[in-house]
């Protein structure tokens, strides 16, 4: 246990948790279990596993992140390229 | 919100991205517009998914309407507290002995297990006639 004096690396749950209820969900899902692998791994002692953990959750994480962007920037593209109209009636056909 | 690696100009572009946010969704409800994305999971399937109504429940928060926020998403609310404080030991988890204690504490397997069960059962309760804030 003497890695425990030195400090957990980034688990990016709390980016993860952001990316599953902003962006896309999936993946923050994926960034949470990614996260509970870095603490786990620390946990045990291991510390460089939890390092690559770490690095793993922010790959994830980050795929999330841009996913979310992506999909915004589509969708703003199509509301202007289509209109707001033609979302509101495809909107309307939802409810 | 401001990683220290970023240049100045970085910095800048990142503060007025966030004040743009910010009055945006203070001042125009999801709700009544079409510019805001709508959730493509919702829209697939027809279900809610963790994060829907994280837009409205913002906008909600930001004008004081608090009831609104926690029937758009609770789970948001919820989580508000616990994302700030998570942050800002993370800012301060090699400064100081004890706060890395805490830290660790904060961040413990069974903690982050136990967020992603609760994630995993918002997201199929409320989707259920049990689900009162529908």
């Known amino acids: 246990m003497e890695n425990q004096n030195l400090p957990m690396p980034k688990t990016w749950l ?9 962006c896309c969900l999936p993946l923050g899902i994926v960034g949470i279990i990614n996260a509970a692998n870095v603490s786990s791994k620390y946990e045990s002692g291991d510390l460089e596993g939890a390092k690559k953990a770490s690095q793993e959750a922010a790959k994830w994480t980050k795929y999330g992140f841009f996913a979310g962007l992506i999909v915004v920037i589509l969708y703003l593209v199509f509301i202007f390229v289509f209109g707001a109209s033609a979302i509101a009636a495809a909107a309307s056909d939802q409810y | 919100m401001l990683p220290p690696h ?65 029937y758009y ?62």
């Not at chain 2, 609310?77 to 805490?102: A, D, H, N, Q, R």
């Not at chain 2, 904060?106 to 997201?123: M, P």
């Open chain 1, 14 to 22: 709390l980016e993860s948790i952001l990316v599953t209820l902003f």
């Open chain 2, 6 to 70: 970023l240049t100045n100009i970085k910095r800048i572009f990142v503060v007025v991205i966030w004040i743009i946010l910010v009055v945006i969704y203070t001042k125009y409800n999801p709700n009544n517009s079409n510019y805001f994305p709508k959730c493509p999971f919702l829209s697939i399937t027809g279900y809610k998914c963790v994060g829907c109504g994280s837009q409205r429940a913002i906008h909600s928060l930001l004008n004081f309407e608090f009831l609104d926020a926690l």
């Open chain 2, 73 to 134: 998403n609770v789970l948001l609310v919820i989580f508000i507290p616990y994302l700030m404080i998570g942050f800002l030991l993370e800012l301060l988890k090699l400064k100081f002995i004890t706060i890395k204690k805490i830290h660790n504490a904060f961040f413990n397997t069974k903690t982050i297990f136990f967020i992603l069960v609760l994630f995993l059962c918002f997201w199929i309760i409320r989707n259920t006639p049990f689900w009162m804030l529908n």
